[in-house]
């Protein structure tokens, strides 16, 4: 197979190990008075967005930056959990850059590229760096030094973090980070205001259209460069982990203007949120995979057993994770535990009133724990509840706040009785197609973070998101955006009169025209939901065929009937969050049906993306390299309409392999 | 669609924009299950409002986890509601009884106008943020994250102080609107830090500047905010940004 002459990945030659070095030393590099007259708009703030903007205005590049929340700090980077891995070695158990690099390739199941994930790997050192320098409070061991845990898919302890709350304080560091150049007068800042397309003169990337979502003023907004880092698209199924204002819009924008849409059907469903308990949920809450260190899961071995967790004994519970993946336990990679749990509730065997969840129990180490505490503490005979007591405490230090929402949400005490948990969608691995530089097929215009498809194949190991998002705006974007803006110091600041914008301005007042006129009787929600009920039932954690075409019709008769009956109440020139919502949900409609088709065309089980026809006698993925070791990346042809390119992916560094965690 | 069986008065603050005159609409929230989260019970609602043809009720939300900081609902007297440590989002309706009568009013304080019913304008804390809420230390500076040794207890109360999430709940809880404990996070978490040493002095002055230039009130030592905080934060923070303060000042 040979990659679509429309996709120029633009790897550096050479070894591996060197591509990253040479092509920073050697990239085309802008001079700093030419840098304060270039413009670049940075669409999102959360880890990618705001780190690249705080880094290029620090450079000297004139920024504007765009958040729809009402704040740069509340963008949904902040409510990561877990942590961040980065290859230090601190624990000296024998991490490394190559390390890292190949289990986040094995962990993607052998579908990310090799060149961007070994850079990824070799920056993520400076990452823990640069945060600590901003003040970032790690959590940190008694001896001073920076505290590490273990997530999954790994047999290192990688992962730096900050109690239960580790996105959140990174995210502040990049806002602190952000708003110093606010302050200094280098980004302007746009809270409240969302992209609604992007502006294209002769073939390139030349500002947005922007949306003040307070006073519903249409803008148009000039830049030599345009970043996306809008996150991912997990939404589009309505039950999500992600924020309640998380969308694909400006991906989706960005695509139907020409740049191609990576992978879409990648998404990650996570093993361990908070269930669903009603018709009412509007979100779902992710218990933190760094719980796995600590927790075992399981079911009982009687299908259908009714008793409460703790009169269960120990002989007749079904830790399922040990028993089918005895090397690495409870800490699987996310895919093949979110898969291992649907099968136990498939099965019969799932606890809970819906009988759609397992338990993630932490008596055993809550026990352990306490006993090192007494220990610690010279007690020679201590008493059972004095070592639950002294365990708890333990427990409490380190996952309190998860502990707290746990309670909080269900009514239920984790601490005495073990957690009930189900897989959900949680991070999207497909997005915008990017090269080397993250530039999308459309020239200057980059996505960074989630809201490209680049690093993490088709599942991403955890603790990598964040990872990822600051790694690509604080160390790889300041330097590969010289290699576009070198070549653009000669172009003057393009007014916002020029005809491309006044024509992208009225298209999307057209539109916000149309949905107000369509006064139909259903609310943005009703469709929203619809349309996630479609996704999960067929395209979600397994996948067929039949179920795929099913899908695809169904979404197109959805599509149709949005556009003759949504109801969007208010008028334009307000802060009218339904309007939002509606041209979200009209964009996740479109994006639904790319995922379909998309997954209806990989016909092979890989990572996230698991078709029932291509499995393994064991229930495994059965991945097929021969013929499908590609990023399908989608062309957008009209509506409905879409072109296959494929960027062929070379392992010329790591042996491709089955992937086992046995 | 039928949910649960809980039945609630609700009186809500209806205001077009921060010019117009507001009042409170009594809506009648029916069908409500104890296991639905305030602003859940606030989706349906809204979905009953909108397929009546009227307007829906206008507010703030996204990561619905607690952590975010942008839900700020004003609660029957009381910022994030009845319970304590937890943002409105995370407020459940098991929090009420079936027949009660709620209250929900927007943050009330001049540095934070009304947008539009209980939505308001909180970038008064983005201002104080860039007068000196961070480290100057320019991507690519920092030596070996190891290098720099903190001892936990001041790593662990540095990141107590971090967890602030900016909600503004402290300011809508105090009689003066005042917005020392936002401040007082940030400032006492840096200062605890030896990377925030260097700038210590201008930080504190430019941040409590800047809160003075916003139009918070000044503190009442009442306390308000940590008891209504839903992240905890400590009134030792005050404290120590009291004493940042002077220090800064004398010399």
């Known amino acids: 197979m040979a990659s679509s002459p429309r996709l120029i990945s633009n790897i550096p030659e050479g070894p591996l190990e060197n591509k990253w070095t040479k092509y920073r030393s050697t990239v085309a590099l802008v001079n700093p008075a030419n840098k304060r007259s270039l413009d670049v708009i940075v669409v999102g703030t959360g880890l990618a967005g705001a780190s690249a903007a705080a880094t290029l205005a620090e450079m000297g590049y004139r920024v504007t930056a765009l958040c729809f929340q009402d704040s740069a700090r509340r963008a949904h980077s902040i409510a990561a959990q877990g942590g961040v891995n980065a290859a230090k070695n601190y624990q000296n158990d024998g991490d490394s850059v190559y390390r890292l690099f190949y289990d986040t390739i094995k962990g993607g199941d052998y579908r990310a590229r090799e060149a961007n994930v070994h850079r990824l790997a070799e920056v993520s050192g400076n990452i823990i760096d640069q945060c600590v320098a901003q003040g970032v409070p790690f959590a940190r061991e008694y001896g001073g030094t920076l505290s590490n845990r273990s997530f999954g898919g790994t047999q290192v302890q990688r992962t730096f973090y900050a109690a239960g709350q580790t996105g959140q304080q990174l995210l502040l560091g990049a806002y602190s980070a952000l708003q110093r150049q606010v302050g200094m007068g280098a980004v302007k800042m746009l809270a409240r205001h969302e992209m609604m397309d992007v502006v294209m003169i002769d073939g390139k990337c030349r500002g947005i259209i922007a949306r003040d979502l307070v006073s519903g003023k249409l803008e148009r907004h000039f830049g030599h460069a345009v970043l996306l880092c809008t996150g991912g698209y997990g939404n589009v199924f309505y039950l999500s982990t992600n924020a309640m204002g998380s969308n694909v819009t400006a991906a989706w924008k960005a695509h139907k203007k020409g740049a191609f849409f990576g992978n879409p059907c990648f998404t990650q469903i996570h093993p361990t949120c908070i269930p669903v308990s009603g018709d009412h949920q509007s979100k779902l809450t992710l218990m933190s995979e760094s719980l796995r260190n600590d927790g075992r899961i399981w079911v009982p071995k009687k299908a259908g057993d009714t008793r409460k967790p703790t009169d269960i004994p120990e002989d007749e519970r079904d830790y399922y994770l040990e028993r089918r993946y005895p090397a690495f336990g409870n800490l699987v990679p996310r895919d093949v535990a979110s898969r291992a749990a649907k099968e136990r509730c498939d099965a019969g065997y799932g606890v809970g009133a819906s009988k759609m969840a397992v338990y993630l129990d932490f008596s055993s180490n809550t026990e352990r724990y306490g006993r090192i505490e007494a220990n610690k503490l010279g007690l020679h005979n201590p008493s059972k509840e004095e070592i639950v007591r002294l365990g708890r405490e333990v427990v409490k230090e380190k996952y309190g706040n998860l502990f707290d929402m746990y309670a909080q949400i269900t009514g239920e005490n984790p601490y005495e009785t073990p957690m009930r948990i189900y897989p959900a969608v949680h991070y999207t691995m497909g997005g915008l197609w990017v090269d080397y530089n993250l530039m999308t097929t459309i020239p200057g215009l980059y996505a960074l973070g989630e809201a490209n498809f680049s690093d993490h194949g088709a599942n991403r190991l955890g603790a990598s998101a964040l990872m990822q998002g600051l790694a690509d705006g604080y160390f790889v974007i300041p330097y590969t955006i010289g290699s576009y803006l070198s070549n653009e110091i000669r172009t003057k600041a393009i007014p916002t009169d020029h005809a491309a914008f006044v024509e992208a301005e009225n298209t999307v007042r057209e539109r916000i025209n149309t949905l107000f006129n369509i006064k139909g009787s259903k609310s943005v929600d009703h469709f929203h939901k619809r349309l996630g009920k479609i996704m999960w039932d067929k395209c979600g954690m397994a996948r067929n065929a039949e179920g795929l075409k099913q899908a695809i019709n169904e979404i197109r008769q959805l599509r149709e009937e949005f556009w003759k009956d949504v109801r969007v109440p208010g008028t334009n020139d307000e802060f009218n969050p339904e309007l939002e919502k509606a041209h979200r949900v009209a964009d996740f409609i479109e994006l639904g049906e790319l995922m379909c088709i998309d997954a209806l065309d990989r016909n092979e089980s890989c990572g996230g993306h698991f078709r029932e026809e291509y499995q393994t006698e064991d229930g495994e993925a059965k991945r097929d390299d021969e013929n499908y070791a590609y990023v399908a990346a989608w062309e957008f042809k009209g509506l409905g309409q879409f072109e296959l390119h494929k960027e062929e992916l070379k392992y010329e560094n790591i042996k491709i392999a089955q992937r086992s965690y046995k | 669609m039928s949910h649960g069986n809980m039945t609630l008065t609700l009186k809500v603050w209806k205001q077009r924009n921060k010019n117009e005159r507001g009042k409170f609409e009594t809506y009648v929230a029916k069908n409500i299950s104890p296991d639905m989260s305030f602003l859940e019970m606030f989706d349906v609602v809204n979905e009953q409002i909108i397929n009546e043809g009227k307007e829906p009720i206008a507010f703030d939300h996204d990561c619905r986890e607690g952590i975010c900081g942008m839900c700020s609902m004003y609660i029957n007297g009381r910022p994030h509601g009845p319970k304590q440590g937890v943002t409105t989002c995370q407020l459940h309706m098991r929090s009420f009884k079936d027949g009660d009568t709620i209250v929900v009013e927007p943050w009330r304080a001049a540095a934070f106008p009304v947008i539009k019913d ?124 009291n004493r940042e303060y002077l220090g800064a000042s004398l010399t």
């Open chain 2, 118 to 241: 209980l939505a308001v304008d909180r970038s008064s804390f983005d201002r104080i943020m860039s007068a000196g809420g961070f480290v100057s230390v320019n991507t690519g500076n920092a030596k070996d994250a190891n290098n720099i040794l903190i001892n936990k207890p001041d790593a662990d109360t540095a990141f107590n102080a971090a967890a602030c999430i900016g909600c503004g709940a402290c300011v809508a809880a105090c009689k003066n609107a005042s917005a020392m404990l936002f401040v007082s996070a940030k400032v006492s978490q840096l200062a605890l830090l030896p990377q925030g040493q260097i700038e210590k002095k201008e930080r504190v002055l430019n941040m409590v500047k800047q809160m003075d230039e916003e139009g918070f009130g000044n503190c009442t030592n009442t306390g308000a905010c940590e008891a209504e905080c839903p992240k905890g934060i400590s009134l030792e923070n005050i404290a120590r940004m």
